[in-house]
């Protein structure tokens, strides 16, 4: 398993996070959605497993023909409440830069720099010590600040 930072990853790709998402850590991943049909998926999760996938405290979903981007969290073994937000932020072969930081009380999601959404802490953001990014695109770049 790579620790972050990593450069041209596999996809599917899983990570560690050094020393977790802390309050004021950014995570940044660079990269090119591929389909315009399809999704691409982001979950920043506690640990390394994925079936039966471990908790998780920010699932990020763009799902481009729908034009809607989906926030939630995994707990338990089930999926929680998602949150909607219609918009298009990246389109098929768009180069994209999206930043996730831990906030007190929040995760602030942006893409290219413009703000998409806050999604609240349903789960410690402490647990938050894996990326896990499924295919749907091309990833240049997984970096922390």
Do not use: C
């Not at 999604?119 to 240049?140: D, K, N, Q, S, W």
Request: aromatic share 6%; proline share 6%; charged share 25%.
């Amino acid at each position: 398993m790579a620790t972050i930072p990593v450069f041209n990853p596999t996809i599917p790709f899983l990570g560690e996070i050094p020393g977790g998402m802390l309050i004021g850590k950014k995570l940044h991943i660079r990269g090119q959605i591929l389909a315009s049909d399809g999704m691409f998926n982001i979950n920043v999760q506690s640990g390394g497993a994925l079936q039966p996938r471990d908790d998780t405290p920010l699932h990020i979903s763009i799902r481009i023909s729908d034009r809607v981007v989906v926030l939630n969290s995994f707990e338990g073994g089930e999926w929680q409440r998602e949150e909607r937000h219609t918009a298009r932020p990246v389109a098929e072969g768009e180069t994209f830069d999206l930043t996730i930081k831990a906030k007190a009380g929040y995760f602030k999601i942006e893409i290219n720099g413009k703000k998409l959404g806050k999604f609240e802490h349903r789960l410690p953001v402490e647990l938050a010590r894996y990326v896990h990014i499924g295919e749907g695109a091309v990833i240049e770049s997984i970096t922390m600040s």
